[in-house]
C-alpha cells in the first residue's frame, strides 16, 4: 500500500512547495523509494491550457497529452520520471466530472453537494496513483494558501483521508514564512502560528513544518516555541532558507534531515542513506564553470520568466555538460520590430547565439523574423522551437526562396504562399481546450543532420503542443533554395525538424524539447547548441 504526503502552504502564495515537494521526492528517491508527486490547483479552468502564460507561467506538456502545472516540470526534472495527465487535477476537472455524473444520473437522483461528492471525488483522484504497486510514496501538492475559499473543499478531503488512512500512512507538511523584521532585529513566528491555527480550524494538525527564511537561520529558541505553540515535535521543524538555486533545496533539505523526519513518521523501514552522487556531480559542473556564453532568448512573455520555465531550466542542465555558465538575456520580439536593420545588428551582435521561443498569434512575429534572419545572414547559432521553427521556415521562403507574401496562416489567413498552416484535423475544432496536437509523438532523424549529431539516433519521441504544421506542399522548393527537412513523423508526414546545412548551426523544431531536460539526462538538443555557441 502506497503512503501519502501531502503539502500545504500558508501565510502567502510562492513560497515554493513545489520545490520542496520535488526537493523531498528526490531524497526519498535517493533512499532506494518508489515516489511520484501530484498537484491539486484549486482554479475552475479545467487545465491550464487556455490560461495566458502572464497569468499562470508555462503550460507544461505530459508524454499523454496533458496540459498541466508548471510545477509538473520540477517533479519531472527532479526525479528524472515523467508524470501524466493523473499528476494535475484542478477544481475545473472535479466539478466537470461530478456535473457529467448528474447529468447522466448517476447519483440517483440524490442532492449534489460539495460534502460528501466534492470531497468524494478529491478523494478518489488523491489515490488513482496509489491503486497499483508502482508507488511506495506518493506526494500531493495543495495548491493554493490555507484560508482560501477556493481550498476548503481539498482540505476537508485531506482530513478525511488522514482519518480513513491513518496516521502511520500519512502525513501532512505545512510550508510557511518565518519574516525577518529588520526593525525589531529578529525573526517573528507569529504568521506561522496563525497558519496553523488556521490549518487547525480544518481539522487537520500539520506533522512537518517547512519554515522558510530569507536570510536568518532558525535558533533552537524559535524551533521550540514553533514546536510548542504549533504542537509538532522540534525535530520537526525544518528551516528552508533562500538557496543559490533550487538545486541546491535538495541537499539543504538533507541537512535539515527531512527525509529522515518523513521516514520514521511514516514507520517506514531503514532504508540506504541517500545516493545523490550524479546530483553532486551537476551541482559541482554548473556552480564551477570553465567557460560562459549569452544567449538571447526572443519571446513576447519576457516579462515573466515563468513563461519559459523549462527553456531555462534546460540551459541550466546543457551548461553543466558544457561546463560553462549560460546567461539567458531576454529579448522582447517586439522592440525589434521599431529597431532599424544596424540596430538589430549592433543589439544581437552582443550574443553568442540565440533561441526563438515558442508561443501563439500574431505580435512581435515580425521581430522574431528580424532575429532569424540576422542568425542566418550572420553565421549565429540558431533554435527555433515551435513558433520559432515555423517563423524560420516563413524568413527563409521570404528572403532566399523569394516569396516575400509567404506566412503563417495564423499570422495572415489570406497568404499567398501559407508555407505554415493549420492541420487538417484542426480545421474542424471550434473548443480551445484540450485540442492541439498534444503529447509524445514518434520523429524519424536523417542521419546526415545536424539533429542526429545531437540525438545520436534516428528514432526519437518528443513532446508537442501546437495546431499549425510546415506546409508540406512547399517542401520541394525550400529545400531546393537551402533549408532541409531533416525530421519527419512516420505516420503523418508532418515535418518536425529544419535544418540549414550550409550554417554553423541553424535547427528549428516542431517539438517542445525543452519539456524533457532533466538534471540526470540533459535534452541533447540543448546540450549541441550551447556547445555551438561555445564555439
Not at 473543499?153 to 482530513?159: C, G, H, I, S, W
Not at 524559535?222 to 538555486?245: D, G, H, Q
Given at each position: 500500500?502506497?503512503?501519502?504526503?501531502?503539502?500545504?502552504?500558508?501565510?502567502?502564495?510562492?513560497?515554493?512547495?513545489?520545490?520542496?515537494?520535488?526537493?523531498?521526492?528526490?531524497?526519498?528517491?535517493?533512499?532506494?523509494?518508489?515516489?511520484?508527486?501530484?498537484?491539486?490547483?484549486?482554479?475552475?479552468?479545467?487545465?491550464?491550457?487556455?490560461l495566458n502564460p502572464y497569468e499562470h507561467g508555462e503550460c507544461y506538456v505530459t508524454d499523454d497529452g496533458a496540459e498541466t502545472d508548471l510545477d509538473l516540470g520540477h517533479y519531472e526534472r527532479f526525479l528524472n520520471t515523467p508524470t501524466s495527465q493523473a499528476n494535475n487535477v484542478t477544481t475545473g476537472r472535479i466539478y466537470q466530472s461530478?456535473?457529467?455524473?448528474?447529468?447522466?444520473?448517476?447519483?440517483?437522483?440524490?442532492?449534489?453537494?460539495?460534502?460528501?461528492?466534492?470531497?468524494?471525488?478529491?478523494?478518489?483522484?488523491?489515490?488513482?496513483?496509489?491503486?497499483?504497486?508502482?508507488?511506495?510514496i506518493?506526494?500531493?501538492?495543495?495548491?493554493?494558501?490555507?484560508?482560501?475559499?477556493?481550498?476548503?473543499?481539498?482540505?476537508?478531503?485531506?482530513?478525511?483521508?488522514?482519518?480513513?488512512?491513518?496516521?502511520?500512512?500519512?502525513?501532512?507538511?505545512?510550508?510557511?514564512?518565518?519574516p525577518y523584521l529588520k526593525a525589531a532585529g529578529e525573526l517573528k513566528t507569529k504568521p506561522t502560528q496563525h497558519s496553523v491555527k488556521e490549518l487547525l480550524n480544518t481539522g487537520i494538525q500539520p506533522d512537518i513544518?517547512?519554515?522558510?527564511?530569507?536570510?536568518?537561520?532558525?535558533?533552537?529558541?524559535?524551533?521550540?516555541?514553533?514546536?510548542?505553540?504549533?504542537?509538532?515535535?522540534?525535530?520537526?521543524?525544518?528551516?528552508?532558507?533562500?538557496?543559490?538555486?533550487?538545486?541546491?533545496?535538495?541537499?539543504?533539505?538533507l541537512k535539515e534531515r527531512l527525509d529522515a523526519v518523513v521516514i520514521s513518521k511514516l514507520r517506514?523501514?531503514?532504508?540506504?542513506?541517500?545516493?545523490?552522487?550524479?546530483?553532486?556531480?551537476?551541482?559541482?559542473?554548473?556552480?564551477?564553470?570553465?567557460?560562459?556564453?549569452?544567449?538571447?532568448?526572443?519571446?513576447k512573455y519576457n516579462e515573466l520568466q515563468d513563461a519559459y520555465k523549462s527553456i531555462y531550466e534546460a540551459f541550466v542542465h546543457a551548461g553543466a555538460v558544457n561546463e560553462c555558465r549560460v546567461r539567458v538575456v531576454p529579448i522582447h520580439s517586439e522592440k525589434l520590430e521599431n529597431l532599424k536593420p544596424e540596430e538589430i545588428g549592433k543589439l544581437l551582435s552582443n550574443y553568442n547565439g540565440l533561441l526563438v521561443a515558442p508561443g501563439f498569434g500574431e505580435r512581435g512575429i515580425e521581430g522574431k523574423y528580424e532575429a532569424i534572419r540576422y542568425c542566418r545572414e550572420n553565421d549565429m547559432p540558431f533554435f527555433g522551437i515551435c513558433l520559432g521553427m515555423q517563423s524560420a521556415v516563413v524568413e527563409f521562403t521570404r528572403n532566399v526562396v523569394g516569396l516575400p507574401d509567404a506566412a503563417s496562416t495564423e499570422v495572415n489567413p489570406n497568404t499567398l504562399h501559407p508555407v505554415i498552416d493549420l492541420m487538417a484535423d484542426q480545421k474542424l475544432i471550434t473548443t480551445k481546450g484540450g485540442t492541439?496536437?498534444?503529447?509524445?509523438?514518434?520523429?524519424?532523424?536523417?542521419?546526415?543532420?545536424?539533429?542526429?549529431?545531437?540525438?545520436?539516433?534516428?528514432?526519437?519521441?518528443?513532446?508537442?503542443?501546437?495546431?499549425?504544421?510546415?506546409?508540406?506542399?512547399?517542401?520541394?522548393?525550400?529545400?531546393?533554395?537551402?533549408?532541409?527537412?531533416?525530421?519527419?513523423?512516420?505516420?503523418?508526414?508532418?515535418?518536425?525538424?529544419?535544418?540549414?546545412?550550409?550554417?554553423?548551426?541553424?535547427?528549428?523544431?516542431?517539438?517542445?524539447?525543452?519539456?524533457?531536460?532533466?538534471?540526470?539526462?540533459?535534452?541533447?538538443?540543448?546540450?549541441?547548441?550551447?556547445?555551438?555557441?561555445?564555439?
Open positions: 500500500m502506497a503512503k501519502y504526503i501531502f503539502v500545504t502552504g500558508g501565510v502567502t502564495s510562492s513560497l515554493g512547495k513545489g520545490i520542496i515537494a520535488a526537493s523531498l521526492a528526490k531524497l526519498l528517491q535517493a533512499r532506494g523509494l518508489s515516489v511520484t508527486i501530484q498537484k491539486f490547483d484549486p482554479y475552475l479552468n479545467v487545465d491550464p491550457g487556455t461530478i456535473i457529467e455524473r448528474e447529468r447522466a444520473g448517476d447519483y440517483l437522483g440524490k442532492t449534489v453537494q460539495v460534502v460528501p461528492h466534492v470531497t468524494d471525488e478529491i478523494k478518489r483522484r488523491v489515490q488513482l496513483l496509489g491503486q497499483t504497486p508502482q508507488y511506495d506518493i506526494i500531493t501538492e495543495l495548491g493554493g494558501t490555507v484560508g482560501d475559499i477556493e481550498s476548503l473543499p481539498y482540505l476537508e478531503a485531506l482530513r478525511q483521508l488522514r482519518w480513513e488512512l491513518g496516521t502511520d500512512n500519512c502525513l501532512v507538511l505545512h510550508l510557511t514564512l518565518i513544518l517547512v519554515c522558510r527564511t530569507e536570510e536568518h537561520p532558525l535558533s533552537m529558541d524559535i524551533r521550540r516555541k514553533l514546536a510548542l505553540f504549533c504542537n509538532v515535535e522540534v525535530s520537526s521543524v525544518i528551516e528552508a532558507m533562500n538557496a543559490e538555486t533550487i538545486y541546491d533545496v535538495p541537499l539543504l533539505m517506514l523501514p531503514d532504508r540506504r542513506e541517500p545516493d545523490l552522487r550524479k546530483w553532486k556531480e551537476f551541482l559541482g559542473k554548473f556552480k564551477n564553470p570553465l567557460n560562459e556564453v549569452r544567449i538571447g532568448l526572443v519571446g492541439m496536437r498534444l503529447g509524445s509523438y514518434d520523429c524519424k532523424i536523417k542521419k546526415t543532420s545536424k539533429a542526429f549529431d545531437a540525438y545520436k539516433k534516428q528514432s526519437i519521441q518528443e513532446r508537442h503542443r501546437h495546431r499549425w504544421e510546415f506546409n508540406n506542399k512547399y517542401l520541394e522548393q525550400i529545400e531546393a533554395a537551402g533549408m532541409l527537412a531533416t525530421g519527419f513523423n512516420p505516420d503523418s508526414g508532418l515535418v518536425e525538424i529544419v535544418e540549414i546545412p550550409k550554417h554553423k548551426w541553424f535547427v528549428g523544431v516542431q517539438f517542445h524539447p525543452e519539456l524533457k531536460s532533466t538534471v540526470e539526462n540533459p535534452h541533447p538538443l540543448f546540450v549541441d547548441f550551447v556547445k555551438a555557441c561555445l564555439k
